[in-house]
C-alpha cells in the first residue's frame, strides 16, 4: 500500500513564506512526475506545480516567479517552496505522484492535503 503524507501548511501573512512536503511511503516500485494542486474555496482544483523524474518543471502562471518545486528521490519526497504568498494562495494544497507499486498497476497516489492560509 502507498501512503503520501503531507506537512508544511499554515497560516501566514501575505508576503510571506512556507514550504510544504510530501512523502511517500510503502511498496514502491518507482515513483514518475510528481506535483501539486490546490483548491480554493468555491473554485476548482488546479495544478499548482509539477516535476519530472527529471529536472523539468511545470508551473501555473499565477505562481511563476514566486513557488518552487523540488524533489528528493533519495527520500521519495517532493518540496514546494512558496514565497511572496497572496491572499489569493489560500487554498487546500493537496500532493500527487505517478507511482508503481510493487503488485499495483501504476497509478495516481494523493495525499490528504493540508491548508495554506494567507491572511493579516
Known amino acids: 500500500q502507498v501512503q503520501l503524507v503531507e506537512s508544511g501548511g499554515g497560516l501566514v501573512q501575505p508576503g510571506g513564506s512556507l514550504r510544504l512536503s510530501c512523502a511517500a511511503s510503502?511498496?514502491?516500485?518507482?515513483?514518475?512526475?510528481m506535483g501539486w494542486y490546490r483548491r480554493a474555496p468555491g473554485k476548482e482544483r488546479e495544478l499548482v506545480a509539477a516535476?519530472?523524474?527529471?529536472?523539468?518543471?511545470n508551473y501555473a502562471d499565477s505562481v511563476k516567479g514566486r513557488f518552487t518545486i523540488s524533489r528528493d528521490n533519495a527520500k521519495n519526497t517532493v518540496y514546494l517552496q512558496m514565497n511572496s504568498l497572496k491572499p489569493e494562495d489560500t487554498a487546500v494544497y493537496y500532493c500527487?505522484?505517478?507511482?508503481?507499486?510493487?503488485?499495483?498497476?501504476?497509478?495516481?497516489?494523493w495525499g490528504q492535503g493540508t491548508q495554506v492560509t494567507v491572511s493579516s
Open positions: 510503502g511498496s514502491i516500485f518507482n515513483i514518475y512526475a
Open positions: 516535476i519530472t523524474t527529471g529536472i523539468g518543471t
Open positions: 500527487n505522484a505517478d507511482i508503481k507499486a510493487w503488485s499495483r498497476p501504476r497509478g495516481d497516489y
